[in-house]
């Protein structure tokens, strides 16, 4: 993680000097002062976003392999694991996990998505933000279900319509290593 740290600071810095450079050195040619500009801000976000990736993998990495609270954004269920309490609760044997299910606008699970699918002309092979009102917060899919299949199957005036929401989880049950899970999906049984 220091290793990281002191990279980011170090592209950083290098990124700063230049920024600094070429303030010092700006000269006014024609048309290519404001192509040049636009070259540099886009360098410049791309530098920062390849930071950002960079250290939200390594902290994920670094939050799986000391269980710190080392994550971009600890609030969000794929980077929480539940508490024993909750475990207990959902009547797991040994301990549990968040899983990323579809669901209902109201939280309820539903089919699994059907990938890939088309929508406006793109290809999807992940659930996407894209509407027809412009970017949604949340991702979504259209769902595999019998109305969607005939749809596809191009069966006349049918549209697929049936759609889910990705960003829902709920409680898997998991056993430790040299165990699996029994038939009940919550109780550990050894692996024959």
Request: hydrophobic share 30%; net charge neutral.
């Amino acid at each position: 993680m220091k290793k990281i740290i002191a990279t980011v600071k170090n592209i950083s810095a290098n990124l700063l000097i230049i920024e600094n450079e070429f303030n010092e050195t700006t000269m006014t040619v024609d048309e290519r002062y404001l192509d040049v500009t636009k070259l540099f801000t886009d360098i410049k976000v791309e530098i920062n976003q390849e930071i950002t990736e960079i250290a939200e993998e390594t902290c994920r990495a670094d939050f799986h392999a000391k269980a710190s609270p080392c994550c971009p954004d600890c609030q969000k269920a794929k980077y929480r694991v539940p508490p024993k309490s909750e475990c207990s609760s959902a009547g797991c044997d040994h301990s549990c996990v968040y899983q990323n299910i579809t669901c209902d606008a109201g939280g309820t699970r539903k089919e699994p998505c059907m990938f890939p699918f088309k929508y406006k002309g793109e290809s999807y092979s992940t659930c996407t933000t894209h509407s027809a009102f412009g970017e949604v917060k949340r991702p979504w899919c259209f769902l595999d279900t019998q109305k969607n299949r005939e749809a596809l199957d191009g069966s006349a005036g049918k549209e697929r319509r049936d759609v889910g929401f990705c960003d829902c989880t709920e409680i898997r049950c998991i056993c430790p290593k040299g165990k699996r899970l029994a038939d009940d999906r919550k109780s550990c049984v050894a692996v024959e």
